[in-house]
């Protein structure tokens, strides 16, 4: 299966206890595969990969890839700031029977530099037979993987693709016009979609989707096909909802218009926790103003209000 289109970075459901709701997470990844999206990456930012032990990373990962029942490409989240913590990590997941890949990200807290950051990222390749999307979010990690370092490492024969999150158009311009034709570049930012598919990146891995993936796989459909039209339109709509995640730190705010939206629980892990008071009345009104709040739950909030 060609990895392309809209991908979603899955959120990890928690019961009330906190313990992992298997049984919910199988409902959304059903939900998310007939919603048509392209592809799913669990155990990332989003999946709060950082606070699940061990057994819990990979059960989570085995979970989606069950469930997907090989409908789409799975890569699974593997990051750490410890170059053999990361390989060993790699290596759990390359056992995972029907894994499409690993998704890995710059090593945290360290701050090493290109180098640092290239040797680190070959020793993960190196280490394993799946090809690997590397993950660029200085934002989260407190460095950046710049274009030189990301052309090195795509000469590494399973090196495929990366999801560019540093929200620096021109540093991923810089990288779309270097980069082998056969390297895909995804936009890392629901906001920054459209941008980078126009520059001739190869899709989206989204956060909004995992609310409306139905609409985020028309939209990033829509702009590989050149039909812009329908793609703005889409973009306008659900804009604000795209940038809803950076209201508060995400996944608080995704987790919240689940909750509102009827597809899941509003439980994070420390040190996450839910959204404010305020950031919720804004999603609400959003929420509603969009039509995605069940009409029993939009009662309820305008009732609680």
Not at 22 to 50: K, N
Not at 71 to 79: H, K, L, Q, Y
Not at 188 to 198: F, H, K, N, T
Not at 249 to 275: F, I, Q, Y
Request: proline content about 5%; aromatic content about 6%.
């Amino acid at each position: 299966m060609e990895l392309m289109g809209c991908g979603t970075a899955l959120v990890t459901p928690f019961r009330g206890d906190e313990s992992v709701d298997e049984s919910a997470l199988r409902a959304l990844v059903e939900w998310q595969i007939e919603s048509g999206i392209g592809f799913l990456v669990p155990c990332g930012t989003t999946g709060e990969a950082a606070t699940l032990t061990e057994q819990e990373w990979l059960r989570v990962v085995e979970i989606v890839v069950e469930t997907a029942a090989g409908r789409v490409p799975v890569f699974g989240g593997c990051t750490n700031n410890s170059t053999r913590e990361a390989v060993a990590k790699a290596k759990k997941l390359a056992a995972v029977k029907g894994l499409s890949g690993v998704l890995t990200a710059n090593p945290y807290y360290n701050k090493p530099g290109q180098e640092g950051q290239y040797q680190h990222f070959r020793a993960i390749a190196e280490a394993v037979d799946l090809p690997v999307m590397l993950y660029n979010i200085p934002g989260r990690t407190g460095v950046n993987l710049e274009p030189a370092t990301v052309l090195r490492l795509a000469e590494l024969k399973n090196v495929i693709a990366i999801k560019e999150s540093s929200g620096n158009i021109a540093q991923i311009t810089e990288l779309l016009t270097s980069a082998p034709q056969d390297f895909k570049v995804f936009a890392g930012d629901d906001s920054l979609g459209l941008p980078v598919l126009a520059l001739g990146g190869a899709g989206l891995v989204s956060v909004a989707s995992n609310v409306i993936p139905a609409e985020m796989s028309v939209m990033i459909r829509a702009a590989k096909d050149g039909d812009w039209t329908t793609a703005r339109s889409v973009n306008r709509r659900y804009f604000r909802l795209m940038q809803a995640h950076f209201w508060e730190a995400s996944p608080a705010p995704v987790k919240a218009v689940m909750k509102m939206t009827g597809h899941g629980e509003d439980v994070l892990r420390l040190p996450m926790v839910p959204v404010s008071d305020a950031t919720r009345k804004r999603l609400e009104a959003l929420v509603s103003e969009l039509g995605l709040m069940p009409e029993a739950v939009a009662d309820g909030a305008h009732r609680a209000s």
